[in-house]
């Protein structure tokens, strides 16, 4: 499966579900890139699969709502700085010839960043009970081996947030939960830690902007990496209604049932009707209706308004 474009100046390297990874044309093979390009497409993908067809405009979004959280998280929200992995303005200058670098055909869509070496760990917070975390809790009233409470219910806050990682499985396998101590194994105790940490703070940061624009950060994930100078750096697409769940904070307080309380702006839609209309989860998943799409597209949308007016 490839979705590369031909870029000036740039090489296809590898397609992720949605992001498409470029290295400088002229980088020597096997070498490392200082610089890549990180294209989001209008690819859309839910239980692991890429569906058809994808959302128009959704490249974009998650772009610029990555941007713009980037921004924020660095010390756009006047607190302590989160590296990112954006080749920062001052270095690329002002010049036309600097900013030349993202391709015409991408703009808006791509991301210049640094090439860091990633950490194999989907780092997911969870400060509401549901998804994946919620399947666990009700078979073991765990999560990630984190013990809860007893008699939560489908949505329902945690009494504070917790972090729930996940191995990152190589392409075409299932990403998997995985306990704190499998998490240490995987990348030391050292960096551990450090990915709880960072992962909890950027969480309770986000989830306080999101509550001022009256809407509720259920879950997310993050992936870091580390920089040339062993720094670990937040990288990828962030807080996104791709890589998280947001809600309606008013239709959560007032809804009685999961559907309700759970209003979402994000790829649960998606999710939700994928669960209903593909029970075999075997061979090809059916193609999306168009009003699937107009509505994921339209709650996207609304999201970014919401978040950034
Ligand atoms: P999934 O659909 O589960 O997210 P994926 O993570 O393989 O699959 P994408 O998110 O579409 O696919 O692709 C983005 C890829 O780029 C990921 O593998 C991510 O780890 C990688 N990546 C993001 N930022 C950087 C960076 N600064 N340096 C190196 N790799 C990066
Ligand atoms: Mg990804």
Redesign the pocket.
């Not at 692991?48 to 990555?66: A, N, Q, R």
């Not at 239709?251 to 009707?273: C, H, L, N, Y």
């Given at each position: 499966m490839t979705h590369a474009q031909t870029l000036p100046g740039w090489r296809h390297v590898?397609s992720?579900?949605?992001?498409d990874?470029y290295v400088p044309a002229d980088l020597p093979d096997g070498a490392t890139a200082e610089r890549?390009l990180?294209v989001a497409s209008d690819r859309v993908?839910a239980f692991?699969h890429v569906l058809d067809p994808g959302v128009p405009g959704k490249g974009e979004l998650l772009t610029t709502l990555s941007l713009w959280w980037f921004d924020r998280l660095d010390g756009g929200d006047g607190r302590r700085r989160i590296p990112n992995?954006l080749v920062p303005d001052r270095v690329l200058g002002d010049d036309d010839e600097a900013h030349s670098l993202i391709p015409d055909a991408v703009i808006g869509r791509a991301m210049l960043?640094?090439?860091?070496d990633?950490q194999p760990v989907e780092c997911v917070v969870r400060g509401y009970l549901t998804g994946s975390g919620w399947a666990e809790y009700r078979e073991t009233g765990t999560v990630c081996g984190i013990p809860l409470v007893e008699g939560l219910r489908n949505g329902d806050r945690l009494p504070e947030p917790i972090f729930t990682p996940a191995y990152k499985a190589p392409?075409g396998e299932h990403?998997e939960n995985i306990s704190f101590a499998q998490t240490v194994e995987l990348v030391g105790a050292d960096r551990a830690e450090e990915l709880r940490r960072l992962s909890l703070e950027i969480y309770a940061r986000a989830a306080e902007t999101a509550e001022e624009h009256g809407l509720i950060l259920a879950d997310t994930k993050f992936?870091f990496?580390l920089d040339e100078n062993g720094v670990m750096t937040l990288?990828?697409e962030v807080l996104t209604p791709d890589s998280s769940r947001y809600w309606d904070a008013a239709a959560w307080a007032e809804g009685t049932t999961p559907g309700e309380r759970m209003a979402s702006f994000d790829k649960q839609i998606v999710r939700d009707w994928l669960a209903e209309n593909w029970t075999s989860r075997e061979g090809t998943p059916p193609q999306l209706p168009a009003e699937i799409v107009e509505r994921t597209a339209a709650r996207y949308a609304e999201l970014l308004e919401r978040l950034t007016s």
């Amino acid at each position: 499966m490839t979705h590369a474009q031909t870029l000036p100046g740039w090489r296809h390297v590898y397609s992720g579900k949605v992001r498409d990874l470029y290295v400088p044309a002229d980088l020597p093979d096997g070498a490392t890139a200082e610089r890549m390009l990180v294209v989001a497409s209008d690819r859309v993908s839910a239980f692991d699969h890429v569906l058809d067809p994808g959302v128009p405009g959704k490249g974009e979004l998650l772009t610029t709502l990555s941007l713009w959280w980037f921004d924020r998280l660095d010390g756009g929200d006047g607190r302590r700085r989160i590296p990112n992995h954006l080749v920062p303005d001052r270095v690329l200058g002002d010049d036309d010839e600097a900013h030349s670098l993202i391709p015409d055909a991408v703009i808006g869509r791509a991301m210049l960043v640094r090439g860091l070496d990633m950490q194999p760990v989907e780092c997911v917070v969870r400060g509401y009970l549901t998804g994946s975390g919620w399947a666990e809790y009700r078979e073991t009233g765990t999560v990630c081996g984190i013990p809860l409470v007893e008699g939560l219910r489908n949505g329902d806050r945690l009494p504070e947030p917790i972090f729930t990682p996940a191995y990152k499985a190589p392409m075409g396998e299932h990403d998997e939960n995985i306990s704190f101590a499998q998490t240490v194994e995987l990348v030391g105790a050292d960096r551990a830690e450090e990915l709880r940490r960072l992962s909890l703070e950027i969480y309770a940061r986000a989830a306080e902007t999101a509550e001022e624009h009256g809407l509720i950060l259920a879950d997310t994930k993050f992936e870091f990496g580390l920089d040339e100078n062993g720094v670990m750096t937040l990288a990828d697409e962030v807080l996104t209604p791709d890589s998280s769940r947001y809600w309606d904070a008013a239709a959560w307080a007032e809804g009685t049932t999961p559907g309700e309380r759970m209003a979402s702006f994000d790829k649960q839609i998606v999710r939700d009707w994928l669960a209903e209309n593909w029970t075999s989860r075997e061979g090809t998943p059916p193609q999306l209706p168009a009003e699937i799409v107009e509505r994921t597209a339209a709650r996207y949308a609304e999201l970014l308004e919401r978040l950034t007016s």
